[in-house]
């Protein structure tokens, strides 16, 4: 037989004559047993009882880690744009030093290579400003999404570690699988962003060529 907390809040006990007052004793040790089988009861059933783990939480903690790895592979393909910038505007340096021996024969040439030096120049500081726009702007999104990752997969594990031992079946490691592919994702990400400071631009004074 188990008991409520209403009951328990209201339950009487029978008085004890005069000569010796108090409770009577019987009844109040059945009490104490029902209150402890109602406890044991509840302590079983909690036991037997696996964590369960909110799915759609998982669902959301793993959109979330593909969405980190998407930006990581952005990150690298505006890498690899902005590199090849920076390698036109010097190329297109070195085309005017090579042409400088004689651009006092042929001026209409040397015209042609400075207009596309300031070309090469302007394309490669738009590229490079845009590349630092975007970086800053992913750094402080990455930031926030991975302490939220981590948030959400601390709350998780903290709720499906009640029991203990763990199940064999219990979604733990499903969970450090998720924290540790966010953590993996917000390495290479740093990594890549690291990578994206902005290079010094070669100055073309030498050459008499405008530097934007």
């Known amino acids: 037989m188990t008991i409520s907390a209403k009951e328990v809040r209201n339950v009487l006990f029978e008085q004890t004559p005069m000569l010796k007052p108090g409770y009577a004793m019987d009844e109040v040790d059945d009490f104490l047993d029902q209150v402890a089988m109602t406890l044991d009861a509840m302590q079983a059933s909690h036991t037997r009882r696996p964590p369960q783990t909110d799915s759609r939480e998982l669902i959301e903690l793993r959109r979330r880690v593909s969405e980190l790895e998407g930006r990581n592979s952005a990150a690298t393909e505006l890498k690899r744009e902005r590199d090849e910038a920076v390698r036109e505007r010097d190329n297109a340096l070195r085309q005017l030093a090579d042409q400088q021996g004689s ?7 040397s015209s042609r290579a400075v207009d596309l030096l300031s070309q090469a120049q302007a394309s490669a500081d738009r590229t490079v400003a845009e590349a630092d ?5 992913l750094v402080a999104d990455a930031r926030r999404q991975f302490e939220e990752i981590l948030t959400n997969a601390r709350e998780v594990a903290a709720r499906a570690g009640l ?8 979604p733990g490691p499903d969970i450090d699988h998720l924290r540790s592919c966010a953590e993996q994702a917000q390495q290479q990400l740093n990594i890549m962003l690291t990578k994206l400071t902005p290079e010094a631009v070669p100055a073309a004074r030498d050459s008499g060529a405008p530097v934007h």
């Open 163 to 170: 029991a203990d031992p763990r199940p064999t079946n219990a």
């Open 103 to 109: 651009q006092r024969e042929n001026d209409e040439i």
């Open 133 to 137: 726009r975007y970086a800053q702007e």
